[in-house]
């Protein structure tokens, strides 16, 4: 039995850089799943035998091959003989860069030339089996995006594969689960257009997002704005987005409570909020119980935060929700409360638009 640290923690290592999100993941070359279960290791994993390791918990998953038999990501058959080797292992893998080992005396082993591409700082293919998982078309816009500040690029015939990917159907058999997740972790690097950059350049953009205008992506917006949370970057993706739209895309992809609430009040309210103070204090108002920043102050900060990276002065903004909050209700008619409260609420709008004037 032979054990070998493998993928990203390799790579990450030859780039010289420290990612805490990086985990070791290791292949075990001529072992059975009995013989990992003999020495303490927990197997986990439907679709292949992964072991956690006893002690570190980290995963140890053991060499195999793959066949491809149906559509979609899922369709694999997997044979984890412990005749496979290392070299049959790498050769499944995405990308050439994922593709390096590096066994217990520290030495390399790197059939698929992964060492040279990140030299070169190309991502490309390890085979032609890539195209039959359309996973992997998201994770190379993922990698693309993460390793754009290195200067890495698409090599030319991996992007000939994606488009043929996209061309042929295979991309459609992505489930949402899947795509929300490769999404979601590229908002959190430093240049997440990019990953959208890449989708829409192999095609797959129009067929994973249909309901969303292309043209009206905000990719430009959130390009370099940095020190933001990964929920305000998706709303600023979709603010340009028509409401229906962004309703659809967030139903479609299953996107968590947080994401989809901001996403859609900020579509809904940033042409307003662009010239809030140039409307009515009825339209003022409007805006500010419309977005519930009297009752969800934490969720309207995040939308301030939006409103603020795409320039919008929202500092008078936070003033007035300020002012509206210091509303002394005890001194209003107990028995017309509800007119009261919106007849002072609208007295104080005016007056601040007043003073803006």
């Given at each position: 039995?032979?054990?070998?640290?493998?993928?990203?923690?390799?790579?990450?290592?030859?780039?010289?850089?420290?990612?805490?999100?990086?985990?070791?993941?290791?292949?075990?070359?001529?072992?059975?799943?009995?013989?990992?279960?003999?020495?303490?290791?927990?197997?986990?994993?439907?679709?292949?035998?992964?072991?956690?390791?006893?002690?570190?918990?980290?995963?140890?998953?053991?060499?195999?091959?793959?066949?491809?038999?149906?559509?979609?990501?899922?369709?694999?058959?997997?044979d984890t003989d412990t005749?496979?080797s290392l070299e049959e292992?790498?050769?499944?893998?995405?990308?050439?860069?994922?593709?390096?080992?590096?066994?217990?005396?520290?030495?390399?082993?790197?059939?698929?030339?992964?060492?040279?591409?990140?030299?070169?700082?190309?991502?490309?293919?390890?085979?032609?089996?890539?195209?039959?998982?359309?996973?992997?078309?998201?994770?190379?816009?993922?990698?693309?995006?993460?390793?754009?500040?290195?200067?890495?690029?698409?090599?030319?015939?991996?992007?000939?594969?994606?488009?043929?990917?996209?061309?042929?159907?295979?991309?459609?058999?992505?489930?949402?689960?899947?795509?929300?997740?490769?999404?979601?972790?590229?908002?959190?690097?430093?240049?997440?257009?990019?990953?959208?950059?890449?989708?829409?350049?192999?095609?797959?953009?129009?067929?994973?997002?249909?309901?969303?205008?292309?043209?009206?992506?905000?990719?430009?917006?959130?390009?370099?704005?940095?020190?933001?949370?990964?929920?305000?970057?998706?709303?600023?993706?979709?603010?340009?987005?028509?409401?229906?739209?962004?309703?659809?895309?967030?139903?479609?992809?299953?996107?968590?409570?947080?994401?989809?609430?901001?996403?859609?009040?900020?579509?809904?309210?940033?042409?307003?909020?662009?010239?809030?103070?140039?409307?009515?204090?009825?339209?003022?108002?409007?805006?500010?119980?419309?977005?519930?920043?009297?009752?969800?102050?934490?969720?309207?900060?995040?939308?301030?935060?939006?409103?603020?990276?795409?320039?919008?002065?929202?500092?008078?903004?936070?003033?007035?929700?300020?002012?509206?909050?210091?509303?002394?209700?005890?001194?209003?008619?107990?028995?017309?409360?509800?007119?009261?409260?919106?007849?002072?609420?609208?007295?104080?709008?005016?007056?601040?638009?007043?003073?803006?004037?």
């Amino acid at each position: 039995m032979e054990i070998y640290l493998v993928g990203g923690a390799v790579r990450d290592a030859l780039l010289g850089i420290a990612d805490i999100n990086t985990e070791n993941d290791y292949v075990v070359v001529g072992a059975s799943p009995d013989e990992m279960l003999s020495l303490g290791y927990r197997q986990v994993g439907k679709e292949f035998p992964v072991f956690l390791h006893p002690k570190t918990h980290e995963e140890y998953a053991l060499a195999r091959t793959e066949r491809k038999v149906g559509a979609g990501y899922t369709g694999f058959e997997f044979d984890t003989d412990t005749t496979v080797s290392l070299e049959e292992d790498l050769s499944r893998r995405d990308l050439t860069v994922n593709a390096i080992a590096k066994n217990a005396d520290g030495d390399l082993i790197d059939p698929y030339g992964g060492a040279s591409d990140i030299q070169s700082k190309k991502l490309k293919h390890v085979s032609e089996a890539f195209k039959e998982d359309p996973v992997r078309v998201l994770r190379v816009a993922r990698f693309t995006s993460r390793f754009y500040p290195f200067g890495f690029s698409i090599a030319q015939e991996t992007k000939q594969l994606m488009s043929e990917m996209v061309t042929s159907g295979e991309v459609d058999a992505l489930v949402p689960e899947r795509v929300f997740k490769e999404l979601s972790l590229s908002l959190s690097y430093d240049k997440p257009a990019v990953f959208f950059d890449v989708l829409l350049e192999c095609g797959a953009f129009q067929r994973l997002f249909p309901m969303l205008d292309a043209t009206k992506s905000g990719i430009l917006h959130i390009a370099d704005i940095q020190d933001t949370s990964e929920a305000v970057r998706f709303s600023l993706w979709l603010y340009q987005q028509n409401l229906g739209a962004v309703q659809s895309l967030c139903s479609h992809l299953k996107c968590p409570k947080e994401y989809q609430q901001l996403a859609e009040l900020s579509a809904e309210w940033y042409p307003t909020a662009k010239i809030l103070f140039n409307q009515s204090a009825d339209a003022i108002l409007s805006f500010i119980q419309g977005a519930d920043a009297l009752r969800r102050q934490q969720r309207f900060e995040q939308l301030l935060e939006v409103f603020d990276c795409l320039g919008i002065n929202t500092y008078p903004i936070e003033q007035l929700v300020d002012a509206l909050k210091q509303i002394d209700v005890s001194k209003l008619d107990k028995a017309q409360i509800v007119k009261e409260l919106a007849r002072e609420r609208l007295s104080v709008t005016q007056r601040f638009l007043d003073s803006t004037q």
